[in-house]
């Protein structure tokens, strides 16, 4: 009876019940130690029908990461409600990144850690989604600059800066908060929050940081 239903099951669902196998075991193996015997016995197929899907490893492997960008690319968005004040917005989108990846480790070890370490093509998917999320961020710091001023002052530059700033520290931050026992995606937001908007914030106001005449040496 079980062969029967795999036959009749639907080739999408099949084919996501393989990309569910691969994302864990590749999140938790890394790309070279994955098995695609392993793979196939986890998604209750055989190797062969793997091949036939996906054509190859490294095919499988990208497949992962596509659907993994598009599932956190989509959660952030889709976090932030159009309208909040900019430090809600923002509040909302690091909660729903911060959620997203506490609730899809090895997705998260798929992208953040396994696609970097093995160059190209590999390399360039990840780049292309932080590209993306980078892009969002920005909007989101010239929204709130347009709020706090109707000719915002911060040089686009600067801005694709913060963005990149901000970015990375929640990258390393989410890896952080999987790895430590208690820590709530709440908590992690809160803590990027309490981290970054406060210098957002100032800057919004228009008092940037910069060193004092005292700071600087002979």
């Not at 239903?5 to 999140?27: K, S």
């Not at 016995?41 to 497949?63: H, I, M, Q, R, W």
Request: proline share 6%; hydrophobic share 50%.
């Amino acid at each position: 009876m079980g062969a029967v239903r795999t036959r009749r099951m639907p080739r999408a669902v099949r084919e996501q019940q393989m990309l569910d196998a691969a994302v864990e075991i590749f999140g938790r193996r890394g790309y070279t130690a994955a098995s695609m015997d392993e793979i196939a016995e986890l998604a209750g197929v055989s190797k062969p029908l793997v091949y036939l899907y996906l054509n190859s490893k490294e095919d499988l492997f990208t497949a992962c990461i596509r659907r993994e960008a598009a599932a956190l690319t989509d959660a952030v968005r889709d976090g932030v409600r159009p309208g909040l004040p900019a430090d809600r917005q923002l509040w909302e989108g690091l909660r729903a990144f911060f959620t997203h990846t506490a609730r899809h480790p090895e997705g998260w070890a798929v992208l953040h850690l396994r696609a970097r370490t093995h160059g190209e093509p590999f390399a360039a998917e990840i780049a292309a989604v932080r590209a993306e999320i980078v892009a969002f961020v920005t909007e989101l710091i010239i929204v709130a600059a347009r709020e706090a001023h109707h000719d915002p002052a911060l040089p686009e530059r600067e801005v694709a800066g913060l963005a990149e700033a901000l970015v990375g520290a929640a990258e390393s931050l989410a890896a952080w908060a999987n790895a430590t026992p208690g820590v709530t995606s709440r908590q992690a937001a809160a803590t990027l929050m309490n981290f970054a908007w406060a210098g957002l914030g100032d800057l919004m106001r228009n008092r940037p940081w910069s060193p004092s005449a005292e700071a600087r040496p002979a």
